[in-house]
Nanobody
Framework: QVHVVESGGGLVQAGGSLRLSCAASGRTSISYAMGWFRQPPGKEREFVAAISWGGDSSYYADSVKGRFTISRDVAKNTVYLQMDSLKPEDTAVYYC???????????????????WGQGTQVTVSS
């Protein structure tokens, strides 16, 4: 079992930045990919970004490419999502998730993820 807890959400003006953190605990000796998803108000949960176990491979949704950066500190079992040039359409609850996977794999599909956090609210005002 792996537990993931997000932090760092909040209210920011358009054009601003936020950094989300996701701390994993529990059975962290196995390899697992990590990802961020978000759920805007009234919409389905969607993929944002993902990173491999070793942190050397990553993938982004087109809507955030060039603005968001995912990174990973393996020693701290923590994943970060740096969000720059935020737009009102980035407003959503952001979820961190962990997927049991081979070390180089990047999981981008929601069903691939086994463990989910409770989410953190990000609100971008215009």
């Amino acid at each position: 079992q792996v537990h993931v807890v997000e932090s760092g959400g909040g209210l920011v003006q358009a054009g601003g930045s936020l950094r989300l953190s996701c701390a994993a605990s529990g059975r962290t000796s196995i390899s697992y990919a990590m990802g961020w998803f978000r759920q805007p108000p009234g919409k389905e949960r969607e993929f944002v970004a993902a990173i491999s176990w070793g942190g050397d491979s990553s993938y982004y949704a087109d809507s955030v490419k060039g603005r968001f950066t995912i990174s990973r500190d393996v020693a701290k079992n923590t994943v970060y999502l740096q969000m720059d040039s935020l737009k009102p359409e980035d407003t959503a609850v952001y979820y961190c998730a962990a997927a049991r996977a081979l070390s180089a794999y990047v999981a981008v599909r929601r069903y691939e993820y086994d463990y989910w956090g409770q989410g953190t609210q990000v609100t971008v005002s215009s």
